[in-house]
């Protein structure tokens, strides 16, 4: 086996990427790594951090690069906030944003300059904050919920958490585990609030917006993930919110979990039993959350069993 494989075999456990060292390790001198990325087979992803087969590479793995990110600045650097939560797979924040890392020490400083697509902090994380995801030293979810719910709005931390409860990375005792984590910082006041508000319930970012909207707009649903069933007890189908009394269900329309034909094809059957079954069924999606009054509007006419109600979204 020649060098240039032995990296290879080492990349594809690092999502494409290895480090200088270990392609030295390899075999591969540092002459050699150049020349592989001036003829475009490697490309560099940071300071001793390249993507291999990069000429035959569609895109960057986003992996990738927050690895060679954090490498670059040694065995001491974590990556944190927002990267930490995308490593996690917490929902809730925009994908492909800075990396955040944080270096402890002098060291900090001159990274800002020759790192700029990287967030360099300064957080004092202890070492039961830590553990390693895919290989990358990074916070806790606890230590990442936390630190985020103290930086972000009301929708995106709530997400977070909401995403975090579902997906069993956090329980709900850590929610008072986290007010403890939070109090007496910045931003704690309304990190507390966020965490009254959080509900494991919800499969998607989308879900919870979707959920705070109706909130917002006074009309509340009464239950998550609702089970309708006909009178033999046969599920006909399970919606993400619900007005029971109304018998009216909205569902939260991402791109991943409704694309495709044979999701298309699943829902619209399963939305043919509910509407038989006498529920209203409500879509909405990413772009309608971004109106404060359309979904309470939509909804509220909805359980009103269609008599005008007061107001309009606008337009």
């Known amino acids: ?66 690895r060679a990110a954090v490498e670059s600045f040694g065995p001491a650097a974590v990556a944190v906030l927002g990267t930490a939560a995308e490593l996690h797979l917490i929902g809730g924040l925009p994908r492909n944003g800075p990396i955040h890392v944080s270096v402890p020490g002098s060291r900090a400083r001159p990274a800002r300059a020759s790192h700029p697509d990287v ?116 599920l006909l189908g399970i919606g993400d919110l619900g007005w029971r009394a109304a018998r009216v269900i909205a569902e939260a329309d991402g791109r991943q979990a409704h694309s495709g034909p044979a999701a298309l094809l699943a829902d619209r059957r399963r939305q043919n039993r509910l509407v038989n079954a006498g529920w209203k069924v409500l879509r909405f999606t990413w772009a309608d959350t971004l109106r404060p009054d359309y979904i309470p509007w939509v909804v509220r006419q909805a359980i009103s069993d269609g008599r005008p109600s007061s107001g309009r979204p606008s337009p």
């Open 119 to 234: 967030l360099v902090h300064q957080l004092k994380i202890a070492p039961t904050d830590l553990r390693r995801v895919a290989g990358v030293m990074t916070t806790t979810p606890l230590r990442t919920v936390a630190d985020m719910v103290l930086r972000e709005d009301r929708y995106a931390s709530v997400s977070l958490l909401d995403s975090a409860l579902n997906r069993q990375l956090l329980s709900p005792s850590d929610l008072e585990r986290l007010r403890s984590l939070v109090k007496g910082r910045r931003g704690a006041v309304a990190a507390r609030r966020f965490l009254a508000e959080a509900n494991g319930l919800a499969q998607s970012p989308l879900e919870t917006r979707t959920r705070l909207r109706c909130v917002d707009g006074g009309v509340p649903p009464d239950a998550l993930q609702v089970e309708v069933r006909d009178a033999d007890g046969y």
């Open 1 to 66: 086996m020649d060098a240039l494989e032995r990296a290879r075999r080492v990349a594809a456990r690092q999502d494409g990427m290895v480090t200088l060292a270990q392609a030295r390790a390899a075999g591969l001198t540092v002459h050699e790594v150049h020349r592989l990325c001036r003829a475009g087979r490697w490309r560099a992803l940071a300071r001793g951090g390249y993507l291999i087969d990069a000429d035959v590479c569609q895109f960057v793995p986003r992996r990738a690069r927050v």
